[in-house]
């Protein structure tokens, strides 16, 4: 029977030791491996789409492609840069692939409690769909750099690996969405 966590201390594992097990066929280590990325990888999909169900097959896509070729990955600590850039290609070929746009499709489980109070969570679920319509403005790119930095707090560097272009472009992009969404967004200040 494998483990998942250290013997000595039962901390979990970190993620290049729970990689390297994987790549010798571990699938209790690569279970993990998805518990543990799912989520953000998810999350990053959802709000680039649009679409909770494009983003569920994005990220099994995701993972399934990650399990099979484990073995082509040079570096077991690059694995979550790994995961971030293949699932924003998979999305902006998803949206590349569909020009129309979709219906937004928002997260409410990420919304606050509306038994608190109630008026305040109606206006911050108006803000959230509001958010969620100006990133469906940006290009893609733009849209897959903010995220990657604003929500899952990227740096510019890794950003740039996972689009494929400078750090300086990045920065160029981010700006660029942070002045469209921050025009959308005026009238909530």
Known sequence: MTTTTSAESGT????????SRAREGDVRAYE???LRYQGPM???ASRML???????????EVFLTAWRR??????NAAFVGWLYRTTTNRCLNVIRARR????????LAESPRSDAQPEMAVEVNVQL????EALQELTPEQRACWLLREVHGRSYEE???????SSTAVRGRIARARAQLAEVMRPWR
């Open 129 to 132: 769909a509001a958010l969620n």
């Open 100 to 107: 129309p746009q979709v219906d937004v499709d928002l997260d």
């Open 42 to 44: 998810f999350r990053l």
């Open 32 to 34: 993990q491996l998805v």
């Open 70 to 75: 484990l073995a082509q990955l040079t570096e």
């Open 50 to 60: 649009a679409n909770r169900g494009d983003a569920e097959d994005v990220v099994q």
């Open 12 to 19: 979990p594992l970190d993620d290049a030791t729970l990689v």
């Open 159 to 165: 950003i740039g690996e996972v689009v494929g272009t």
